[in-house]
């Protein structure tokens, strides 16, 4: 017999919700991934049919029993996974990445989420919320509509601040200004498009605060095999340990391996 | 009724296998990072990323792009060094359930010298892949793979600094790849790997910029298997060494068009992407395939579909 992958998930799609025109929110049941998924972590989804890769997608929500994803339709991957009905199998790799460092988390947390990269941060606002700490969610995306899921971030407890490129919710311009503009809080994190994520850590920087980003790229493998995906660290990153010495202080290090989430001091991109 | 078991097994060069796949260089990392979605006794080998003498940073951000049917990738050789490699990554793969496969890359003759000698030296490393064919780092990475006298002093400085099974992988970017095959064997070579990828790029429309910080890239998976075929096709043809096959292949049925072509063991890279247990439910599926057909064993319909190729049983007179 072979042996089972043990991080291999044949799990059944249990509920597709579609929570705006292009995005949809899959729950799958799948007990053992759920247990052991951590916030900030990911999954690679298999499309059933004739794709010629994986996709990469955040653990968007997680319960006892299931795990959700939250992604937009960007093309015939995501399509493919969007025209899943409840029952039909899906197969899930994972959980994969590093995941946001909750320990000891102050009580004072702003997360900052553009477009998709919502999906990415749901499971650490609840963490956060059980540990009893504040958690303002600062949300952005091109328009009102995009702005997908709010309502479960706010009957968990998160105080939202929205901003739309277009002025249709919230402040009109970028997340950023918005948190720029808002009283500092203990930490920070963050997913979203890469311009977000920078000015993002240049707000944390100038305000002393730690931030945790989680990067987006796209991936091949996923599990750290291809070198696809990199980012340039400092050497001396605890998340580098294993790198060898170079003699610039920079190592490139697997955004699918050694992150997703880095921590935006030791960035040097 | 009991079928007896099929054998699966193949000698590619001196290099025994149990399974005939190996895993794509560069696509696989050291195989520690697919061990928890695969069973790596199910495979027949796993070649490492090619490495070279000195480090090297790779190519700038993106390095990937998914097109209709594959990949585009421009990794550019990312990696710390033969002796880092040696030292701390290779050392630790001993106890691999599989054979690994070095893989060397380099910019000169003397670099690929000893690159190949210290991957001889280490005792975890079952077989030597030169990887003359890169065609993601900037100058001259590919051009010994497209030049005959190249290629055979290349292959000529490898074959002096090592006894293990050596194979050199070949380009499908040239003219006449029969030709260089031809050289690589006369050079020393126990096994060629055809191909590694095809040339290409890809350009975002609305930035009006190429998406790979490279330009060019390398095209992989299922897009490039029929360029593939043919240069397993032709390549059997020219030489008497076993050939790996590889592009594209992402079931049993690509992995037999690339046997039956002339390879004697196939090469599986990019479909490892979509799912890292397509490798093992290959090898299952050739099992099947061959008993179903009352055939005993992989190799004998290995270059079935070409005439112009006889088998390695052929050759030595014996048909059985
Ligand atoms: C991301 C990526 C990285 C690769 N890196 C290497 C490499 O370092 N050395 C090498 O010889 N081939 C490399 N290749 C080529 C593969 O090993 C393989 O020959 C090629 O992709 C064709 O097979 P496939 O279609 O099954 O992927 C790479 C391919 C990909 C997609
Ligand atoms: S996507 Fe392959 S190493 Fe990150």
């Known amino acids: 017999m072979a042996v089972s992958a043990s991080r291999v998930h044949e799990t059944r799609v249990v509920a597709r919700i579609e929570a705006t025109a292009g995005v949809v ?14 916030p900030g972590q990911f ?46 199998p899906l197969v899930l790799l994972g959980p994969l990445g590093n995941g946001f460092d909750l320990r000891d988390a102050p009580k004072d947390v702003a997360i900052v989420a553009g477009g998709v990269g919502i999906a990415s941060v749901l499971l650490a606002a609840l963490e956060l919320l059980r540990a009893g700490a504040r958690v303002r969610l600062f949300y952005g995306a091109r328009t009102a509509r995009l702005l997908v899921e709010r309502e479960r971030f706010a009957s968990a407890g998160c105080e939202i601040v929205l901003a739309t490129d277009d002025g249709t919710a919230g402040l009109r311009g970028f997340v950023t200004d918005a948190l720029a503009s808002a009283h500092m809080p203990a930490l920070i994190l963050a997913c979203g498009p890469t311009p977000m994520l920078r000015a993002t850590a240049t707000i944390a920087a100038s305000a002393n605060v730690p931030a945790q980003l989680a990067l987006e790229e796209t991936f091949a493998c996923g599990v750290g095999g291809c070198w696809g995906c990199v980012v340039p660290l400092v050497q001396e990153s605890a998340q580098a340990p294993h790198f060898p010495k170079t003699r610039d202080g920079i190592v490139r290090a697997r955004i699918c391996a050694e992150g997703p989430v880095f921590s935006a001091s030791e960035l040097r991109w | 009724m009991v079928r007896p078991p099929v054998d699966l097994s193949v000698n590619v060069g001196g290099l025994a296998l149990r399974y005939p796949t190996l895993m794509g260089s560069g696509c696989y990392g050291t195989g520690a990072e697919f061990a928890p979605f695969a069973d790596l006794s199910r495979i027949g080998a796993i070649v490492l990323k090619s490495a070279t003498l000195a480090p090297r940073l790779g190519n700038a951000m993106p390095r990937l792009v998914h097109t209709p049917a594959g990949l585009l990738n421009a990794i550019g050789l990312q990696n710390p060094g033969i002796d880092w490699l040696v030292e701390h990554e290779i050392a630790a793969l001993g106890g691999m359930p599989c054979p690994i496969v070095g893989s060397a890359a380099g910019f000169s003759v003397d670099e690929y010298a000893q690159v190949c000698g210290r991957l001889d030296a280490s005792p975890e490393i079952s077989a030597i892949e030169l990887n003359i064919s890169c065609p993601n780092v900037a100058s001259e990475g590919e051009t010994f793979a497209c030049d005959a006298n190249l290629t055979a002093s290349v292959v000529r400085a490898a074959r002096a600094a090592t006894r293990k099974p050596l194979i ?22 126990d096994a060629l790997a055809v191909v590694n990828t095809v040339r290409g790029m890809a350009i975002d429309v609305e930035r009006w910029e190429p998406r790979l910080g ?23 043809r020219a030489v008497r060494i076993p050939i790996v096959g ?24 990019t479909a490892n992407f979509l799912d890292p247990r397509v490798p093992e439910r290959i090898a299952v599926e050739l099992a099947e395939y061959l008993a179903s057909r009352n055939l005993r064993a992989i190799s004998e319909i290995v270059g079935r579909a070409n005439a112009g190729f006889a088998t390695p049983e052929q050759r030595e007179g014996d048909a059985g």
């Not at chain 1, 929110?25 to 951590?38: G, N, Y």
């Not at chain 1, 004739?50 to 015939?76: N, R």
């Not at chain 2, 992989?220 to 075929?229: C, E, K, L, W």
């Open chain 2, 168 to 189: 050199v992988k070949l380009s499908p970017n040239v003219t006449d790849i029969a030709a260089i095959a031809r050289e690589a064997e006369r050079a020393g070579a």
């Open chain 1, 25 to 38: 929110v899959l729950r799958m049941q799948a007990p053992e991934l759920a247990a052991i998924a951590r």
């Open chain 1, 43 to 88: 999954v690679m989804a298999i499309p059933p049919g004739e794709a010629s890769a994986a996709v990469a997608l955040g653990l968007y929500d997680a319960d006892a029993e299931s795990v959700s994803l939250l992604f937009f339709v960007a093309g015939k991957r995501t399509k493919v996974l969007a025209a899943l009905r409840p029952g039909e």
């Open chain 2, 214 to 236: 490279n330009v060019a890239g390398g095209l992989s998976g299922p897009a490039i298997r029929p360029i593939a075929v043919l240069a397993v096709y032709e390549v059997a």
């Open chain 2, 246 to 269: 590889q592009g594209g292949i992402a079931n049993a049925s690509d992995a037999l068009e690339f046997i039956l072509a002339g390879a004697s063991a196939v090469g599986i890279g």
